[in-house]
């Protein structure tokens, strides 16, 4: 179906309602520090934002940041959200979590957060976060969550220095009451550049995401990469050679997501309300104050969001490998490569059996 004729909705929106944090993590794409941030959305703002969507879309929306708990008015922001009928989800830094705070999350309509943990231990886990106690406070705002019966998710961003450690970050968060393990793959943004040298090589890449597949069915929580977008197109070769194809009736909602869902079905609002395809890659698609806060237009209209669309029309191997309708590559890490938004997943270690030619061709019948 070609990019025109299909509808196209947000159905996850990660809003950066602050960029203010009490950590330094070597990774952050936002290169976050304690602020102040000057020209940041106010309350009222936010509220006009969330109401034009409310107007043609009830998503998913995660607070974050920073740490978004760094803003006074974080559960008012919720629980308006909440009432509009989205589902509020935040990712917090874990320290300034409390049994209070979790009430407070509570009552304001959150549903669920993510806590990072990038080590199987507090050695390798302050190393990362580069904040002395940083795993004792991720914990601690652990132990306040599952005290509280408030859902969490553990997310690990992976490089060199901690994708040995996978499997036991895995069994801790299955240890701890996690609802969810999400591993991140690196994408060089923010501070996120200085790790450039520590990203895993393509190959190991490839067999990091044949290991997740390999854990799926065996393990008590969901279990999914995030920004490791040729997960879909592995998941559905290992399915195939068990001669099972992917559809919804079989696989339910693993069939319908797909990879990159930048400007496709998530968006990403920074904290002075610039929007994105993702936090990853910094591309305006639009201004909320200039645009009146009608994030609607923005979403039908931008020119970058229709290119992420039309994914017959990116660079090299992305535009016509017959897995790009599932996987669509990463387009922030294509950028971070080449400094080309459509070019085609540097991570990526497929060939794809369809050629240029042969790709033009079936577009056009």
Not at 290 to 294: F, I, L, M, Q, S
């Given at each position: ?85 989205f ?5 917090p ?43 004792s ?50 994408v ?12 895993i ?88 104050r ?5 994030f ?70």
């Open positions: 179906m070609k990019p025109e004729n299909k509808i196209y909705l947000p159905r996850l929106i990660a809003w950066e309602i602050t960029r203010s944090c009490e950590l330094n993590c070597i990774h952050c794409r936002a290169a976050a520090r304690f602020g102040p941030y000057p020209n940041e959305l106010t309350t009222e703002e936010i509220f006009r934002t969330m109401s034009n969507i409310s107007g043609f879309v009830h998503p998913i929306i995660i607070l974050t940041g920073g740490d978004p708990m760094m803003r006074k008015d974080v559960f008012e922001i919720a629980k308006y959200g909440t009432d509009l009928g589902r509020m989800v935040m990712s830094c874990g320290k300034l979590m409390t049994d209070n705070t979790v009430q407070k999350m509570l009552n304001a309509g959150i549903k669920r957060i993510s806590i990072s943990i990038d080590g199987a231990t507090a050695e390798s886990h302050d190393r990362f976060r580069r904040v002395p106690g940083a795993f406070e991720a914990m601690k705002g652990i132990d306040a969550a599952g005290r509280n019966g408030l859902e969490f998710q553990i997310n690990t961003t992976v490089t060199e220095q901690n994708v040995h450690e996978l499997s036991r970050i895995l069994k801790l968060a299955i240890e701890v009451g996690a609802v969810a393990f999400n591993p991140f793959l690196l060089p943004t923010g501070r996120g550049k200085e790790l450039a040298k520590q990203e090589s393509p190959v190991e890449y490839e067999k990091v995401l044949n290991w997740i597949y390999e854990q799926r069915d065996e393990l008590p929580i969901q279990f999914k990469p995030t920004c490791a977008p040729h997960y879909y197109r592995i998941f559905r070769q290992r399915e195939k050679e068990k001669g099972r194809t992917v559809t919804p009736d079989t696989h339910g909602f693993e069939a319908m997501t797909k990879g990159c869902m930048g400007g496709q079905s998530f968006a990403f609002i920074s904290h002075t309300g610039k929007v994105q395809i993702c936090g990853f890659l910094e591309t305006e698609c639009g201004d909320l200039r645009a009146n806060y009608n609607e237009h923005i979403w039908q209209t931008s020119p970058v969001f229709l290119q992420m669309r039309d994914q017959d029309s990116y660079h090299g191997r992305c535009g016509y490998c017959e897995y790009r309708n599932v996987c669509g590559g990463c387009r922030a890490r294509a950028y971070a490569t080449t400094g080309d938004y459509l070019d085609e997943e540097p991570y990526c270690i497929y060939e794809p059996k369809l050629k240029p030619k042969s790709a033009v061709m079936e577009a056009a019948g």
